[in-house]
């Protein structure tokens, strides 16, 4: 099988990797504010840092997203091991990934530990969830948009605003449409993606079976308005990473790193340093 290109945006040039990983229906560029920040080019709020130790950052488009090839199925243990041919034993990486990205890169830990020196993992655990209506409806509305009949950008959030009502969480999905001369197409993969829900939401157990534990430090970043990360997930996230922390971003939800992105990049830039406390 031909594998697909995955488009990646590389910040900086010293300092060691981090690899940034987005959630369902993101994109790479997701990531840029933070991977700036890491590299020393700018603060969170766009101020300029005084960062001495920088970070090298690279952004992924993961499959079937941005501008990354498309395949006829979605699989965790085929994605991560696409996103480990980026990486070189010779160089680990720290791993950071939102949502699907966060599996992605659990995924990635577990089946190549030797190309990832740490692991962050932004608001999922390694379970299978079943509340997935809201992706469900979020491909419905996208699907229901009628492309031909757009003439702005502009027209797109109005048709969906009465299926998304949320303004941010609206222009997140819009930021996948885009205009090819005259006309307008999805860049996500909506087929694909769609039919996968039940996989996305998913956790390859069975896939994974006999696969040892990764041993490398991990960090769990939960908003403390999501359901992602609770209690009942602990006996899996210290099965599977038993060397892991867990911090709890007050006045965030699922979308932690935009909703607060100063009080993230610090949580994050204390773990990639191994300094600092473990809480917020």
């Known amino acids: 099988m031909t594998e697909p290109s995955l488009h990646t945006t590389a910040i900086g040039d010293r300092g060691s990797l981090v690899l940034f990983a987005h959630g369902l229906f993101g994109q790479g560029r997701n990531w840029t504010q933070v991977g700036k920040a890491l590299a020393g080019a700018t603060g969170a709020t766009g101020t300029r840092s005084t960062r001495v130790d920088p970070h090298r950052v690279l952004l992924v488009d993961l499959p079937h997203h941005g501008r990354s090839g498309w395949e006829d199925s ?139 534990p990764y041993p490398g430090p991990v960090l769990w970043v939960a908003g403390a308005r999501s359901d992602y990360i609770t209690p009942a997930y602990a006996e899996a996230m210290d099965r599977w990473f038993p060397g892991n922390r867990r911090v709890t971003v007050k006045d965030a939800g699922h979308w932690v790193h935009s909703e607060q992105p100063g009080v993230f990049l610090e949580v994050l830039r204390r773990f990639l340093d191994e300094t600092g406390s473990d809480s917020t």
């Open 74 to 212: 979605f699989d965790y243990l085929r994605v991560a091991d696409q996103v480990a041919g980026l990486l070189d034993a010779a160089d680990p990486a720290a791993l950071v990934g939102h949502s699907l990205g966060g599996k992605v890169a659990m995924v990635l830990a577990l089946r190549h530990p030797e190309l990832v020196e740490r692991l962050c993992a932004v608001d999922v655990s390694p379970v299978a969830y079943d509340h997935l209506s809201q992706f469900e409806g979020y491909v419905a509305a996208m699907r229901g948009l009628d492309l031909d009949s757009l003439s702005r950008r502009g027209d797109a959030d109005e048709a969906m605003a009465q299926s998304v009502p949320d303004a941010t969480v609206r222009g997140f999905l819009l930021q996948n449409l885009r205009r090819d001369g005259e006309s307008w197409r999805w860049q996500v993969n909506l087929d694909v993606l769609g039919a996968a829900l039940p996989v996305i939401g998913g956790w390859p157990e069975q896939q994974l079976a006999g696969t040892p």
